[in-house]
């Protein structure tokens, strides 16, 4: 059987970064193909190549034979090729039935034949076992559906491929059914379908064929029906896991003097009080999956968002109203989103460092020139954070050294506690070491960190405790030996009641 | 601060230096410059003069804009600082009360302007559109609907008079562009404003009060709008409800972009801005004084504008690098 659309030898450059190098995919008609790889591993950079959004630097597309060149998504929808995406690109406030049309609306003398749109949408959907009103809003139904009926839209104009980006992330047990035996009726169909995912358990359950990326090179593509779990893990990883926790770490901070008290700090619809104490010269580690309650969690901490319950004490009782009173008693905090929460595109490498030294020290005692220059060569050392020159614009770094600016950021105003949120997510895989070793020497320096992680064995690497978050509460807090990679599996995977 | 050949070399003065030898082409007495009765005279100076109150309202709107915002309502405001300056001198009020009051209605102004955008979190555009339409009812409401004319010699030197040889327009604007230019760059205002302009968020969760910068800069461009509508009343000898200040949002919106700074907030420069409103007024002046009508003015303005903004379009200027 011929490939439906090939990428041979692929390549794509940012700037000074290889996001994408000599990469070979073959994707056939009626298979479910994986793409795995750690964030930052290339896989987007793939699709948008795949998919019209990137051209490439190298090598070609090539589909049902022939060498094909999208200048853009709609082209490459228009000969068969259709995206959905995590967050469904639909209009929440058209129906349904516009949702699936838009642009090809049926028409009759220039009018919207809105009879034929309302039993054609029902009809299509109808092959995807979904009987719903069409003619109500998309934003009334829940995301599995509004998933399902952007999947209906882009086969319907597309056809052939369909790729599938992080669609489970929002999604629960039964709605992932639900989607997965979509999937399956295009697979019998005849679409080679592209499945994007970070859960392991998804890919065996679904997927015929996976394809590894790392550091934007091909590892390998493999029928799933020989691999483990473990073969997965170790292509994607590179290794086998390195990181061993040390059961000492735990007493040694322990030692150290209570820092910051959270006692039954929670928010309604956020997170259920929780306590919590830091000490001196600890490392706590946050697991739990996306939507847990950690990144919730993290903002009232920080006072992003303002607790409704519980009181905070660091040495003194604490109210926290905005993160500027957080960081005035001596916090610091890298977002999850870095683009979005961290960092300043558009200013200086030296700005983004010393703007909340700056802030803190309000509007008239103005850091010089010199004193800037200072403070930014000096953490840019510390972090080995690679820039040209530190008066370029901070958009221009690769994401691991913007996140080093941002914990140099911190840094410069001396903080009693840090908590970074995800802050290996999206860097490629030497920047993570260099973090976690960070992160190791900061806490013998006597800072309290928190750590919130969806990396594993990364958490049980540097954590002196780990709490473990589950539908938005605190369900576990793990010590000592017991901190290892399963242990915190079962907490996070535990049904309720059967917590530890 | 160090001021280099090669920063004064933008396609900002470029632009201006441009638009100045073409008046000169078309008008050859425009760089003659003469002294009488103890000030200046000319096509220059008046350039300066005529310029004077939309570079003060630029001055505010640079700072502004650099938030990512707007201020739709500083013509009105102009409006609103000249009827009370007016209707205070004619009450018996001395010069020395009258002005302050105007320039407190126009503090006033910018902030509500600034809790509007600050604490309600209302789109600057509507926010400020508010005051933008309601002021001119408010300065007719405070001329009760007549145009109030004076004849206090001191509020009326404040319009005409000079010193040093300079009109005072020029040099009051010269001063709060001096100021204002210092501040900001010798605090740590401008930093912190270019800040909260490129992302909002990540200035909260660096531990920025983007809330008092906010009200600061809304506040900052009622008291230049205040300013610049004192000086427009004086210049007059009355205050004109209906008509000052009409449209000189734009313009000075205009002025601010024409300086490089970006309606997308972040970096932005006082000093461009100025320039941006000297630019706009040389062509006003020059194709009044080369003798064309004045309808094409606002044509071959908008011609200009067009010029200058393609020049620093995005495309342009990847044009140029790849070139």
Redesign the interface.
């Known amino acids: 059987m011929e490939p439906v659309l090939q990428g041979r030898g692929l390549g794509k450059v940012f700037g000074a970064h290889q996001a994408l190098q000599g990469v070979e995919i073959d994707l056939f008609p009626g298979e479910v193909h994986a793409l795995l790889g750690e964030n930052g591993a290339g896989k987007s950079t793939l699709i948008k190549i795949l998919t019209g959004a990137y051209q490439p630097d190298a090598g070609t597309v090539v589909l049902e034979g022939a060498e094909v060149a999208f200048r853009d998504p709609l082209q490459a929808q228009a000969a068969g090729i259709g995206t959905v995406y995590q967050e469904v690109n639909l209009v929440p406030n058209l129906s349904v039935a516009e949702n699936l049309y838009l642009g090809h609306q049926p028409g009759r003398w220039g009018f919207l034949n809105k009879r034929a749109m309302h039993d054609g949408a029902r009809e299509v959907l109808a092959t995807y076992g979904l009987e719903i009103d069409v003619r109500a809003e998309l934003g009334s139904f829940s995301v599995a559906v509004q998933q399902i009926v952007a999947i209906a839209r882009a086969v319907k104009l597309s056809g052939k491929v369909l790729v599938l980006d992080e669609p489970t992330a929002s999604l629960d047990r039964a709605e992932v059914e639900r989607l997965f035996d979509v999937v399956r009726r295009l697979k019998d169909r005849g679409l080679a379908v592209v499945f994007i995912t970070h859960f392991l358990d998804q890919v065996f359950a679904i997927a015929d064929r996976v394809t590894v990326l790392r550091n934007g090179k091909l590892v390998s593509t493999q029928a799933i029906s020989g691999l483990s779990r473990t073969d997965v893990v170790r292509m994607m990883l590179g290794k086998d896991v390195v990181f061993a926790h040390a059961p000492a770490m735990t007493e040694a901070a322990e030692a150290g003097p209570a820092l910051a008290t959270f006692a039954g700090v929670g928010k309604k619809g956020s997170v259920q009080p929780f306590d919590l104490t830091l000490h001196q010269g600890e490392v706590v580690g946050v697991a739990g999956l996306l939507g847990s309650g950690r990144t919730e969690m993290a903002r009232l901490m920080f006072g992003v968002d303002s607790a409704d319950t519980g009181s905070i004490s660091m040495g003194q009782p604490l109210t926290l109203r905005s993160p500027r009173q957080a960081v005035a008693a001596g916090m610091g905090f890298c977002p999850e989103d870095r683009k979005v929460d961290g960092i300043f595109g558009e200013l200086s490498v030296r700005e983004n460092i010393v703007i909340a030294l700056q802030a803190k020290l309000g509007w008239f005692k103005a850091l010089s020139r010199d004193e800037q220059d200072d403070i930014a060569g000096r953490f840019a050392e510390a972090l080995d954070i690679r820039a040209a020159n530190h008066d370029m614009p901070v958009r221009l770094l690769s994401g691991g050294n913007q996140q080093k600016v941002i914990l140099a950021r911190w840094l410069a105003i001396d903080p009693k506690l840090l908590i970074l949120d995800e802050p290996t997510r999206g860097i490629d895989v030497g920047a993570h070491a260099e973090i976690v070793r960070t992160i190791n020497s900061l806490r013998e320096d006597g800072l309290a960190l928190l750590v919130i992680s969806s990396e594993l064995d990364e958490v049980v690497a540097y954590s002196s405790r780990v709490v473990v978050m589950r539908d938005r509460a605190m369900v576990a807090e793990l010590k000592g030996a017991e901190i290892s990679p399963q242990v915190i599996v079962q907490a996070i995977a535990a049904q309720e009641g059967a917590a530890p | 601060m160090k001021l280099r050949v090669q920063r004064l070399i933008t396609p900002q003065s470029i632009a201006l230096v441009a638009v100045l030898v073409f008046n000169w082409v078309l008008f050859p007495g425009f760089f003659s410059v003469e002294w009488k009765d103890g000030r200046l005279f000319g096509s220059l100076i008046d350039v300066l003069n005529r310029g004077a109150p939309v570079a003060i309202l630029a001055i505010g709107m640079t700072a502004v804009i650099a938030t990512k915002g707007v201020d739709l309502s500083v013509g009105a405001v102009m409006a609103i600082a000249g009827a009370v300056a007016a209707t205070s001198v004619e009450g018996g009020l001395s010069v020395w009360a009258a002005v302050p009051l105007a320039l407190v209605a126009g503090l006033a102004c910018g902030l509500w302007n600034g809790v509007l955008v600050a604490v309600l979190d209302i789109q600057p555009i509507i926010a400020t559109l508010v005051i933008m339409v309601a002021g001119r009812g408010i300065a007719q409401l405070i001329t009760q609907g007549f145009i109030v004319t004076f004849t206090d010699p001191a509020l009326i030197y404040i319009g005409t008079g000079s010193f040093a040889g300079l009109p005072m327009t020029v040099l009051i604007a010269a001063a709060l562009l001096i100021v204002t230019t210092l501040l900001v760059r010798?605090?740590?205002?401008g930093?912190?404003i270019?800040?909260v302009g490129?992302?909002r968020?990540?200035?909260?969760?660096?531990?920025?009060?983007a809330l008092s910068l906010l009200l600061l800069v809304y506040v900052f461009s009622g008291f230049c709008a205040a300013i610049a509508g004192v000086i427009v009343a004086a210049d007059i000898h009355g205050a004109d409800a209906n008509n000052a200040g009409l449209w000189l949002e734009l313009d000075a919106i205009l002025a601010v972009v024409i300086g490089g700074t970006s309606l997308l907030g972040?970096?932005f420069s006082i000093p461009m801005s100025v320039l941006g409103a000297l630019i706009i007024q040389a062509m006003n002046t020059g194709i009044l004084v080369s003798g064309f009508p004045p309808e094409f003015n606002l044509i071959v303005k908008a011609g200009i504008i067009i010029a200058i903004l393609i020049l620093q379009s995005p495309v342009a200027s990847r044009l140029f690098k790849r070139a």
């Not at chain 2, 968020?201 to 009060?209: C, L």
């Open positions: 010798r605090t740590a205002l930093l912190l270019e800040a490129v992302n968020s990540a200035a909260r969760f660096a531990g920025i009060s972040g970096r």
